[in-house]
């Protein structure tokens, strides 16, 4: 690149996902602008829902616990029609420290991740609207306007397109959004609530004709979401409406007053098939739409941002190949299509109208929702901890064979390889553990430790192993030497021996918690990406593996 740029990237858009990827960007050492056409924050609550694996991306960044604070926790959905529960689906077995959804308005989220933006030195600049661009294998130019209609050319080397549903930069690339919008319009209502029910849950009442939805938002503030059929009009519906409403479906015993947000709106499913034409990428809403059922909107959205960040920072800086940045489409698109096909189904499961298809529904509910491995699905989906990138083309492992585990370890070897082959695969979310430092007996978390922008390289000396650890500071001292600071090495001991290495960082884990969580019988290695996601792994430790995944990616 030759040309000389105003700034490295340009983000258009500063809702929850704009102001994320202007947040990593940041961290990652990417200087941003970062622009939106309304000339103020938003004051709506709209998105409600924050799921664990978001919290996790949170607290990466050290905003969770102010964010869990002002919010509201959700432990649990329960489901009823007809007045009877139908299913129940707990949260509290979520594979996270975060087993729960948070309710926190979108504007109060907006309004952490600007202050936390403006912490590194980034204000969003508002009045300011993207009217077009251009761009060739240098770099983009866009065209900027102000409210006063002043225009101003910028160039950037790259584009981001968070601007939401209606596109601009879509739009410009003349990407359809294909798909289609649902028959069925819904209304809104924030307000006060006088409810039987413990507010730590959220509740679904489907009735004959119409359903609703109440989330818990803390000091007895609820958001109800409802159906309307084609014929019921499409404006805002007044208090008397939805107190009609929650009468007919719940059957008294609750009363709305104190309305803060009054809406009607419809929904759509639709989605772009590639995220990115040359330097410009399109992120959250822009990408893809669909039923708010669950709440996967804008928590899909910002970990498209988390995806993109740093993979766009490690090109920006020279430090990574751009060939690199073809995988935020391979990984992110197929998620979508995941979230499209699953609030999909729900919405339509929620919606039924046939009498007969709700009675196979109520009857079937139950018993389905109340196996174990439905709740743990159902937990995971939701929580958006089984989000996962194994198919990714930069995701890579080595592992031995069953026999030539045996040969090597003897019959230690079957139990070895078998946790191994259990443990987290590439591609899979990096399971977060707690440890007691064996000086202060002071708990610790693995992602503690792994917080920050770097690869973090896993040396796990194996619970059975022998205490030679050479071959594993070996690793460490080739990496260093090859990929430099861009790579942390953390040695995961099993035991207290005296131990100690310039490169690496040591853990001690004489529980085996951590051991046990990544299937590390015997001795093995995980790079984790800085997104927090598996990005190789080997048993036994293979260097030559793990130079060619990281050379796979970074210069």
């Known amino acids: 690149m030759n040309r000389k740029y105003d700034i490295p990237v340009l983000i258009v858009g500063a809702g929850p996902v704009g102001l994320m990827l202007a947040c990593e960007l940041v961290r990652h050492g990417v200087e941003c602008r970062i622009i939106d056409k309304a000339g103020a924050a938003s004051d709506k609550s709209k998105a409600l829902g924050i799921h664990a694996r978001t919290l996790e991306i949170f607290d990466n960044i050290a905003i969770a616990d102010e964010m869990i604070a002002a919010g509201h926790k959700g432990h649990g ?296 491995v439905v709740q743990d699905r159902a937990s995971r989906a939701l929580s958006e901890t089984a989000v996962n990138y194994r198919r990714s083309p930069i995701v890579s492992e080595h592992r031995s064979g069953l026999v030539e585990s045996i040969q090597r370890a003897g019959a230690s070897g079957v139990g070895a390889w078998y946790d191994f082959a259990h443990g987290p695969a590439p591609g899979d979310r990096a399971p977060d553990v707690e440890y007691a430092m064996i000086d202060s007996g002071e708990v610790r978390r693995l992602n503690e430790v792994m917080r920050g922008p770097n690869f973090n390289l896993l040396l796990f000396s194996g619970i059975e192993d022998d205490r030679d650890l050479s071959d594993l500071f070996a690793i460490a001292d080739s990496v260093k030497g090859r990929f430099g600071t861009h790579v942390s090495a953390h040695l995961i001991d099993a035991s207290d021996a005296p131990q100690s290495h310039p490169h690496v960082t040591l853990i001690r884990d004489l529980s085996h918690l951590i051991h046990r969580a990544y299937g590390a019988g015997s001795r093995c290695i995980y790079l984790i990406r800085p997104d927090g996601y598996v990005g190789f792994r080997a048993q036994p430790p293979d260097q030559a593996s793990l130079l060619a995944n990281l050379g796979n990616i970074l210069k």
């Open 77 to 372: 959905i329960s489901a009823y029609s007809g007045g009877k529960r139908i299913a129940h689906v707990s949260l509290d077995q979520i594979p996270s420290r975060y087993q729960f959804v948070l309710m926190l308005p979108q504007n109060e989220t907006e309004r952490m991740l600007a202050k936390h933006l403006a912490s590194l030195g980034v204000q969003v600049e508002r009045s300011v609207e993207l009217s077009g661009f251009t761009q060739d294998g240098d770099g983009v130019i866009a065209t900027l306007k102000a409210a006063d209609g002043r225009e101003e050319k910028c160039h950037s080397a790259w584009l981001a397109g968070c601007d939401g549903a209606h596109s601009t930069v879509r739009h410009t690339l003349g990407l359809e959004f294909e798909g289609e919008q649902y028959e069925e319009s819904f209304w809104l209502a924030d307000v006060l609530l006088d409810f039987r029910e413990a507010d730590d849950e959220l509740y679904a009442y489907a009735g004959n004709e119409e359903m609703a939805v109440l989330f818990p938002m803390g000091h007895q503030r609820w958001r109800i979401v409802g159906t309307r059929g084609p014929a019921e009009g499409d404006a805002a519906p007044t208090l008397p409406e939805v107190q009609t409403m929650l009468d007919k479906l719940i059957g008294g015993g609750v009363r709305a007053h104190d309305p803060f947000w009054l809406a009607h709106f419809s929904i759509s499913r639709r989605r772009v098939k590639q995220y990115n034409v040359g330097r410009a990428f399109l992120c959250g809403d822009a990408a893809h739409i669909h039923s708010p059922a669950g709440g996967q909107g804008m928590n899909t959205g910002l970990q498209d941002a988390h995806n993109l960040a740093w993979k766009l920072a490690l090109v920006a800086n020279g430090d990574a190949k751009p060939e690199l940045l073809a995988s935020y489409q391979a990984e992110r698109h197929p998620v979508a299509a995941e979230v499209l096909r699953e609030t999909d189904m729900m919405t339509r499961v929620i919606t039924l109208r046939s009498p007969i298809a709700k009675k196979v529904r109520d009857r079937l509910a139950p018993i389905f929702s109340a196996l174990e």
